[in-house]
């Protein structure tokens, strides 16, 4: 028997672990709700159909891709050999899987749009709340499995949208306490004015600004000069990375390198429009910030931790104007953000912030000190969990110390005693285990007491 | 472009389902803190290994397997395809799918505790409430994807702890309107001597007597004449499946069918051991209750819907004392039950049992009627947010009609309308939309009116 192990980059989470995640995702959940946002949920699998060539070349291999069932009927082999084959190549095809779990919740959240656009109310608040799978190689703070906590709009082109979805990044991330985070912004249409004085692509212009954080300014003029800019292009660009100061100012220098560039003027608006109805919130005018997925066309957010812990990026998101044209539905133009949640943990973690009482635990635990004694105690219990107080009575008769260790390991607040003795006066002792007290309690008043 | 779909089994869930899953997760929730059992979540995915053979072999072809990555990696494509060779042949082989996708909480949680035992205070008692995937035939209230809801105990043999999940059955239920549920009784120790009385094997006459409620007693008679029981065999297992009457009737019956077999004799004390601390709850003994996965070695459990709805089992359970030797770790017995929450969203609904305020929409529906005027509704649109107020401000400007229609869609509670007029009076027109009762209201005030 080989000894049991989790595949690589799954975790399992004990209870700790549980109660504090479930801190983090109920803050973001009330925000999502108090914002006019509404659950969905959709399943861990999609038609592989539906998520392949959404996520780029990297992305399709990350995808983890479920086998189909009964390839062993004869009336599958042929298609699913023909399948194996394309698989060896390197190819992508549905022969063999025709589904495969989740990489996003963007993508699921567009199917499910262009599948009930009719019935949807307009603009359609959603937001969701569930785990993804990539198979990227697993290294600290990145995992296969992650929850993913998405809201989004669609149906309407306001920018008030993009304000409210920077608010709820406030509000999160002040109720959690991280009080030094940043909202850089940036808006897709200053990137496709650039790319285009500069004559190049924008989607390698942007790709590789994308990776200025990881690899530095020279490796990515490098990337530029390896895909055919030449120095004037790659000078603008350097020029464009290097612009720097207040908000103000980069506004400045922006409209310095464009001069009229009508597409660069509506960036540039979006992004004033858009800071001065956000006087609370620690928004910075990032130039530099590009984000890589190709579907966003205006805005586009990153949340960066407070700067004392080296994590990054902590959340992100943006406008598109057509995702669910991907599925036949087009004019559908939408905003979201993402927030994330693993990492989030992480900073609460190393900054010590949440908060204590999250593991508090159980209420009140009866000793077992015979079979009749035991037979009362249930009963009294049964009466507290019936008033909704917690606790548990040990599962067999054992000595005290055996039993108290038990109360002790599991945090409860109570002990109640009820030996031979006890049983005769109909008085328990109820022990407070916090500070060690104990007072004689009529069984009748236990209730009563564990209440108050 | 194909239009984009689901795969079959497989379902998105909009607000008001999801609404209505969570206000059963709650009420499961509650019950198992309240009985003192801990959170533990896995992941969705696991070493095919620690599932194959662990739910015999139709469980083995319903897992569903995920493909490795990278397969047209050189150093992976004769391992991948020595495993596809032996798929088409209908063998399991972990060399083309490494991983595969839970299917139940129970082996990942043996898994875990296999893995942690040294660690765990025991009795460990966690509850788990994921979805799992098997690749079965999708039918109506049988889906690929779905949630239990499992609650358990490693590491004591006591019978208390069948107690406590009984009552937790009866606690859920009860609060959630379903007084008219019946929870089945059996022990495999019975069974066991059945088996033995008959010169029969355990697991044949198990599997047998699990499909009764299919299939019918022909049918099982069939079956087990199949597998060789003779005449007077099948004679003494139809007299036994014909028991009736009263839990002490049959506790009678038994005794009398079993005189001197020291297993039944176990069996049939636990079984009255049990019963008597139960008085709420509704138990009943069935003899014909046998569940067919195999690790079961004592007490087994089943709960019924309520009758006037046709939907079967909504729950289920019972004691094993060596689920984690499948895993090397011998020695720790456990019991546990599980809920079938897809099953019991199913009677809830057919018996209009959700409480209508679940679908309580948002508080406050700010107009748009400008853009000077949206600066001032979204200002004190912020106001009631931070104190906790659900609200939302149209996102343009657009015919009144319009705005109220979405707001009517999405069950608002009260309309602010800021006109040029309220801007300059400084006094909004409040709507209290369920009535259509409307009052003046100074800016400054409007928090504390929608408050109260």
Redesign the interface.
Known sequence: ???????QG??????ET??KRNYIFNNIQKAF????F??????????L??LLGKYGDEGD??I????N?G??DPKN?DK??AG?AK????KNTTE????A?KYDLTIPFA??V??HHGQL?L?YK?YQMQ?V?R?DRPQKGRY??FTQCDAD?VG?K?L??E?DLA?IYH?VFTGLGLKGYALHINNRKILAALAQICGGDLMTITVAIDKLDKIGEEKVMFELKENGLNDQQRKTISSYLNIIGSNADKLDALLKLFPSDAMAMEGIAEIKFISE?LPEVNLILDPTLARGLNYYTGTIFEVKAPSEVKIGSIGGGGRYDDLTGL??VKDIAGVGISFGVDRIYDVLEEMNLFPPDLQKG?QVFFMNLGEKE??VS?NIL?QL?GA??????F??IAKMDKQLK?AD??SFQFAVIIGSQELQTGQAVVKTLSTGTQEKISFENILTFIKT
Chains 1, 2 share one sequence.
């Open positions: 028997m080989t000894k049991p192990s989790l595949p799954m975790r399992d989470f004990s209870a549980v109660r709700e108090l914002y006019g509404e659950p969905l949920e959709t399943p861990a699998m999609e038609n159909e539906t291999k990350l983890f891709k479920v086998l069932n390839l062993n082999i699913a050999t194996f698989v060896l190549e390197g063999l899987t025709e589904r779990l199917r499910f262009a599948m109310t603009p959603r785990p799978w198979a296969r499995e709009v309407s306001s008030l949208n304000v608010n509000h109805k599925f036949g159980l035991a037979n249930y049964q969990r909704g107080i917690s606790g548990e009575l599962h067999e038990y390991k599991k």
